[in-house]
């Protein structure tokens, strides 16, 4: 980071670069950068129960740092004490912060009530709220889309995945899961197709899936995916 600047690292816990004037940001293309959480933190047994700590005195000195509320829903939904976790996404996002923060706060305010067993109507709102919140993001909409499936709506389900699946890789960098839009949105896509009887757009799903140098031999093996290719050439030749 270049001295003379007015960018420095922020927060008590899991610092991030912050800047009191805007700034042009680009990303680095061609960067990999692999976690492998080998430090001594994150040895501890206790280094969740830690961090709670740390941010709760945090937030006494900067009551207004979203991220604070953000990193300690975290912490809790990690423990699965969704009560807490859910408490504190909704004051994140019930306050101000970038785009990113307040998205996130959104997709985890819905992933905290399903696993509160929160009525269905109020999920499905919960789910829509943060995708429409940020359209250019897939994350909550394959959150939607699974969940229709675990309901049986598989034609709900199937309408939203395919939504999800169009959305192109997003830019932004906070808490992003690459993995949905590198292959999660098309297997999930695959198995609705599957379900409704689909076979022709199945059978284009799958081989792009088995095409898809992203995709983990484990996903693929797991769910049958070369068997299902065979089955649905099969079906689709003689058709």
Sequence with gaps: MKNGTDIKWKGVIHEYLFAETPKTVHQLQGVFNEYINDGSR????EKI???ILILQEGIKEEPSNIRYQIYLGRAYWFLK???SSLNHFEKASQMRGSLEDLYYSLRYIALCQKNLNYPYETL???FSTAYLFHPSRTESL???ASYYMEKNNYHHAFLIAKQAMDIPQTTDNFFVERWIYDWGASLLFFECA???GDTKEALATVEKLLANTTLPLAVREQHLLEEWHR???KASAVA
């Design 42 to 45: 994150s040895k501890d047994p």
């Design 124 to 126: 499905i709102n919960s």
């Design 194 to 196: 599957r379900a409704i």
């Design 231 to 233: 089955q649905f050439t």
């Design 142 to 144: 394959h959150d939607l």
């Design 49 to 51: 129960q830690k961090e």
């Design 81 to 83: 004490d969704y009560h």
